[in-house]
């Protein structure tokens, strides 16, 4: 998008005034903003999703965090204290490691620790099918590690029917 004063540059600042009611938006290239007054000082500060993580990270007691603080990633051998400082993981070993810290923070920033994403609503029941098909294998794969066959024979079973039904919910099958 183009500065609407110059022409010439890239809009940088994005300036939204309402008026008895009236939206104005305007959209300025950083040269025709600062002319005009708006500040644009968070552009030359280069603010990060990272440094909102860091600063959301809890604040933890004194000895406490001495003992966060020495927790290391055994691929990548970041410390929590430096996840802390950036708000960056060093690695995908670093999400294992750090589980205990992280919980708390995911679950303040999202609302939940587990992602549940979107799904289409025309095709919901066919999605949350899939899901349960999905978490029936790996559970059946953890019951396979823990040599719990009998449990992991029942989950088979139970992938099998569902699949069997075409991947339809009970209403559709019978509607059909």
Do not use: W
Request: with cysteine; aromatic share 6%.
């Amino acid at each position: 998008m183009q500065c609407q004063v110059c022409g010439k540059r890239p809009a940088v600042v994005h300036y939204t005034q309402i008026e008895n009611q009236k939206k104005s938006e305007y959209h300025l290239c950083e040269k025709c903003a600062e002319e005009r007054g708006y500040h644009t000082s968070l552009n030359k500060s280069k603010f990060s999703v990272g440094d909102l993580l860091a600063g959301m990270v809890d604040q933890t007691g004194g000895s406490e965090e001495s003992k966060l603080g020495r927790v290391r990633c055994p691929r990548c051998h970041m410390v929590y204290s430096t996840f802390k400082e950036s708000g960056r993981l060093g690695c995908s070993e670093c999400y294992e490691t750090f589980r205990a810290q992280l919980k708390p923070l995911l679950r303040r920033i999202h609302g939940s620790t587990r992602h549940s994403g979107k799904s289409p609503v025309k095709d919901s029941a066919r999605v949350a099918l899939r899901r349960e098909v999905q978490r029936l294998h790996e559970d059946m794969q953890k019951a396979i590690e823990h040599e719990e066959f009998e449990t992991a024979a029942r989950l088979r079973d139970q992938i099998r029917s569902i699949e069997a039904s075409g991947g339809r919910t009970p209403g559709e099958a019978e509607a059909r």
